[in-house]
């Protein structure tokens, strides 16, 4: 069973920076596509990034240029970098995964995997 473990949430003013880490472990995914979502009190869950195995990055409109996903495949780990921040940003954040070919690694879509969030706040 492949698990997920979100850090590096914490509480910024606008315009600060946060980088959250998702360690994956305890299991294969032999073509992962990679994801962050997040979720704020009383909104639908939001897809923010996704990557794909081969490395290509996708964004939601609501943070591209300033959220930058990536990987580390030594590591087993999955970043989110996030720039810029704004208070509609404040939200729970989780790491999603899926073994799915590259190309049909986009938001939207469904993944398996969840982790268990990590909050961030963005004060104004």
């Known amino acids: 069973q492949v698990q997920l473990v979100e850090s590096g949430g914490g509480s910024v003013q606008a315009g600060g920076s946060l980088r959250l880490s998702c360690v994956v472990s305890r299991g294969p995914l032999y073509s992962p596509c990679m994801a962050w979502f997040r979720q704020a009190p009383g909104k639908e869950r939001e897809g923010v990034a996704a990557i794909a195995s081969d490395g290509r990055p996708s964004y939601a409109a609501s943070v591209a240029g300033r959220f930058t996903i990536s990987k580390d495949n030594a590591q087993n780990t999955l970043y989110l970098q996030m720039n810029s921040l704004k208070p509609e940003d404040a939200a729970m954040y989780y790491c999603?995964?899926?073994?799915?070919?590259?190309?049909?690694?986009?938001?939207?879509?469904?993944?398996?995997?969840w982790g268990q969030g990590t909050q961030v706040t963005v004060s104004s």
């Open positions: 999603a995964a899926e073994n799915v070919a590259s190309r049909w690694c986009a938001l939207p879509r469904g993944f398996g995997y």
